[in-house]
């Protein structure tokens, strides 16, 4: 473990970065919080100046040639900032990227061969793997497997029905765009050649959301292995709106895919054994310090009673605690909780969902 704080610089200065993560990586006492660098230079170097942040770069490749950052975080439209990672890793920075990694497992497979030709490493942020509520579940989900007190596993279930995800963030974290947005390059060969040109809006759509609702199944089913696999597909026309039956770690798994017009934010995940079950219900995904609700209920053994009980998660905003979490693993060399090559699993399970909901 380095004594050192993590020489540290950002790439991007969007909502994401100003209300996210710019201000949690900042607060960090390990994060020597170097740089920025936006190709909105105004607006960069008013993020900079608000932040203490020295030094400000008009666009990424003059970052990745600082040769005093170690580490860097990315957070740039969906196919840009893959490219954007595979740069910045193969100058010989650690990365912290927003979701997705890649919207082609082609793609994907490019930025963590950069991630091997150089020797650093990648990490992608699935915050939901941060959420004490969540990490409860999977801890509560292992013992009962390891006793087998409760019975098998039935089914999981994760309803991702969205809603407002920017309801309760914080008011007092300025966001500011001084600028109009920066032309995005043409993305074009990012995506996978079988998908037809009039569905790539529907298949970003799809992969954007709900790649947080499979990785979250797959980490709590535990499929470090990148195993799971499709069993069926139901998507309405609109390409997002359906339900999508995984096999994750021999479990059944659904996902319930859908937009509601909500003020806050809709949901949940269950996993149901024979003899009880353990549930989560997100916070809306600003609103900092609630963790994730647990509900864990057991059935009675021995003619007792049915018992439930609820349990609270320590207080903590899971996207701060992402942030936590790569600073200490960038410091200790330990490996991260949701990295790129474990992504890549999220990734080609969209790409087979759209392959079956296509029927290509
Ligand atoms: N984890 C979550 O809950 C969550 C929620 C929303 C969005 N996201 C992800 O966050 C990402 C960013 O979203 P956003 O709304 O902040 O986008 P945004 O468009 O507001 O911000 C991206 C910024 O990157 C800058 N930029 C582009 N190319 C650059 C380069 N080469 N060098 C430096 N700066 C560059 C742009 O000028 C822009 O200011 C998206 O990919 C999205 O998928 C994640």
Redesign the pocket.
Known sequence: MSDDPVRFGY???????QTIHIPNFRAQADCDFLAL????QD?GRRVAQRYGIPRVYA??HELAADPELEAVGV????A??GR?AEDLLRAGKHVFM???MAISVARGEAILAAARESGKRLMV?Y?KRYDPGNLMLRERLQAWQASGECGQIVLARNHGFCGN?TYARDPNVAWEESEA??PVPDDAADYPTWLPEERRGSYVGYL?QWTHNINLLRFLLGDDAGEARVVQVMLDEDGMTGLTVLEIGGVRAVVESGMTQFHAWEEHTTVYFEGGWLRTAAPP?MHKETPASVEIYRAAHDGEPVRETRELAPAAWSYREEARHFLAQVRSGEPFRSSGEDTLADVRLCEEIYRRFLQI
């Open positions: 790439i991007g200065c969007g909502f994401v970065a660098a936006e190709v909105r607006l666009d990424h957070s740039a439209p969906f840009l900032q954007i927003e979701k997705p942020g915050m995800w947005k920066a954007q995904l």
